[in-house]
């Protein structure tokens, strides 16, 4: 669930969530007294729920509401029941009770429907500011009969994903979110709950998982072409940089040639096969610098810098480049590869 911003534009804080109708705020309800305390209520049982990847719904954990549709019914029943005493009439009392039966088995039913289910969460992977979570959620019924109608969204939200858990079988259902910004965020509260069979009750529970998603900065969509090598230390050379963001110091492939120094960009244009001189890229390192984006030191600048800095390390690994990356609390030495990718975004996404 993603908090609203402030009136000033700017997200509320990572430790907690900004819930509407609290001061800072925005929305109609900010003044509505009723809204404050059903949101103060809800982060108070929020806070009294234990942090855990898998959960286990028994009755302790499990509740259950009439619907709308059912608080007609009972409604219905009463306005049934008063005419049959009035009138005396006796197929009255009979369609009277047994449809107040009826509703009182299903009760019983939808509550067992989502009871004794065990929720086991698969850690999402970590994703771009911007761009969804989605978290994946089995769900397990050791019961002999089919549970129909279990629903799964994040708290607060209504957007659901609906499944039918088989009798002594699994389902997986997906949920997603947005988080508000880059860095390390705890998984939003879930909610699961259910209507079946006849719609009259709801029965739900709430969710806290423990786990975490780690989210990297949006990647610039146009950024400048990669900066030019620094010389290893010893190296007294200094190297040139196309404006297609390639390094100089390009030859004929030769046979063996490791697949990563080929300019297939150049192979492209040409139809001819190149590739980079292995002594001449070993001569230079390539150095990702915050301070070299050209941005300057502002909060809103960084944010724009470290946007960069991801999409120079997406560009850098698709070129099979050796680089490093420079920030003011942290540097990480060249290197390529998924690892070494991941270990650069990991490090722009938890950066100060």
């Known amino acids: 669930m993603t908090p609203p911003r402030s009136a000033s534009g700017a997200p509320p804080s990572r430790g907690r969530t900004q ?12 003044w ?46 009463g306005v049934l029941l008063v005419a049959s005493i009035n009138y005396q009439l006796n197929l009255g009392y009979v369609l009277t009770f047994l449809l107040a039966g009826s509703a009182l088995v299903g009760m019983h039913v939808c509550h067992s429907n989502l009871r004794g289910i065990t929720m086991t969460l698969i850690a999402p992977e970590a994703q771009f500011a911007g761009a969804s979570v989605t978290i994946a959620i089995n769900v ?18 209504n957007h659901w994903s609906w499944t039918d858990v088989p009798a002594q079988g699994a389902s997986k259902v997906q ?32 969710w806290r998982p423990a786990a975490s998603v780690l989210v990297y900065p949006a990647p610039e969509l146009h950024p400048p072409p ?18 297609t963001g390639e390094f100089d110091g390009v030859r004929a492939y030769r046979r063996g040639d ?17 590739s980079r001189d292995a002594q001449q890229v070993q001569r230079f390192e390539l150095w990702l610098d915050l301070a070299h984006t050209g941005l300057g030191g502002a909060r809103s ?4 810098g470290l946007s960069r800095l991801c999409a120079w ?18 540097e990480i030495v060249p290197g390529c590869g998924p690892t070494h990718q991941q270990k650069c975004l990991m490090a722009l996404a938890v950066h100060p």
Do not use: C
């Open 32 to 77: 509505n007294p009723l809204t404050l305390l059903r949101q103060r209520f809800q982060r108070w049982f929020e806070s009294r729920l234990k942090l855990q990847d898998q959960t286990f719904l028994t009755q302790r954990n499990v509740y259950i509401l009439p619907t709308r549709p059912g608080i007609m019914l009972a409604m219905t029943l």
């Open 19 to 30: 819930w509407p109708g609290e001061a800072g705020s925005t929305g109609a309800l900010t």
């Open 140 to 157: 397990l019924s050791q019961r002999t009969s089919v549970r129909y109608g279990i629903g799964l969204a994040v708290l607060g939200t």
């Open 226 to 243: 990669l900066p030019p090598g620094e010389p290893r230390a010893g190296g007294s050379v200094a190297v040139h940089q196309q404006t």
């Open 175 to 206: 949920v997603g979110f947005s988080p508000p910004q880059r860095g390390l965020h705890r998984l939003p509260t879930l909610t699961a709950q259910t209507h079946f069979p006849l719609g009259t009750f709801r029965v739900w529970t709430v």
């Open 313 to 330: 390390v997406l560009l850098a690994e698709k070129q099979g480049l050796q680089y490093g990356l420079r920030l003011p609390s942290q």
């Open 258 to 274: 490791p697949l990563k120094l080929v300019v297939w960009k150049k192979a492209a244009k040409s139809d001819e096969l190149v």
């Open 301 to 304: 600048h960084v944010e724009a």
